[in-house]
């Protein structure tokens, strides 16, 4: 597609229940980035993809976090017995390389606007 | 440790005037990227500049420009003659260029929320 895209854009769980986020990221990029923005706050960093692989997963906040790739496209985060802590907006963005040097901003998605309660 | 600081209250410009927002950031790696994003109350998260810690010139896109002060680790962003529009949350962010893979996430500032005055 055109834009990175995200799906659902809004999701409202209960307490305990699983939930999974996806991102379509630009067809051609490599890399895929899932950040999380808490009401009024920056952006923190969950996992980046190269590929199919992850290098770097350091933001996940917990084991209750988990995030995959396949095909070099559609990437799912998984949420696991959510807590209302993990409320919070879910973006996902693509580049087309990452580091090398170069001006390889990201292109965000709109976001899924978790809500638990 | 790579770190953005964004420190600004609420910033306030009357429409038609320049307005600077301030980042200062912090890095050990030579190699770096800086850029500038604006989040209006839609939540899209829109690019607006890079600037290459290796660049010789500041730089400009359209009315947004970077004075990017190396020596003093800052990267401000200008955005002149100031439009209605251009309320928004603006965020700071960096990249380290030298190394890749798990190096080559953006890292963000908190962000500074600008109100555009008629």
């Known amino acids: 597609g055109a834009g990175v895209s995200q799906s659902p854009s809004n999701k409202v769980t209960e307490k305990g229940k699983d939930v999974e986020l996806r991102c379509d990221p630009i067809?051609?990029?490599?890399?895929l980035y899932w950040y999380r923005q808490s009401l009024g706050q920056g952006l923190e960093f969950l996992i980046y993809?190269?590929?199919?692989?992850?290098?770097?997963k350091s933001g996940l906040p917990s084991d209750r976090f988990s995030a995959e790739r396949t095909g070099g496209s559609v990437s799912t985060l998984t949420i696991q017995r959510t807590q209302q802590e993990d409320s919070a907006v879910y973006l996902c963005?693509?580049?087309?390389?990452?580091?090398?040097?170069?001006?390889?901003?990201?292109?965000f998605g709109s976001g899924t606007r978790l809500t638990v309660v | 440790a790579q770190k953005i600081t964004q420190t600004q209250p609420g910033m306030f410009v009357q429409e038609k005037e320049a307005v600077t927002l301030d980042c200062t950031y912090d890095?050990?790696?030579?190699?770096?990227?800086l850029f500038w994003y604006k989040q209006p109350s839609s939540g899209e998260m829109i690019f607006l500049i890079y600037?290459?810690?290796?660049?010789?010139q500041n730089a400009t896109e359209g009315r947004y420009s970077l004075n990017f002060q190396k020596a003093r680790k800052s990267a401000n962003l200008v955005i002149s003659a100031s439009q209605l529009g251009d309320s928004a949350m603006y965020f700071c962010?960096?990249?380290?260029?030298?190394?890749?893979?798990?190096?080559?996430?953006?890292?963000f500032g908190k962000g500074i929320t600008l109100s555009v005055r008629p």
């Open positions: 963005a693509s580049s087309l390389a990452s580091g090398g040097g170069g001006n390889y901003g990201y292109t």
């Open positions: 067809s051609g990029h490599t890399a």
């Open positions: 993809f190269q590929g199919n692989s992850a290098p770097d």
């Open positions: 890095t050990s790696d030579p190699s770096y990227g």
């Open positions: 600037q290459g810690s290796y660049d010789q």
């Open positions: 962010a960096m990249r380290e260029l030298i190394r890749t893979g798990a190096n080559s996430k953006l890292t």
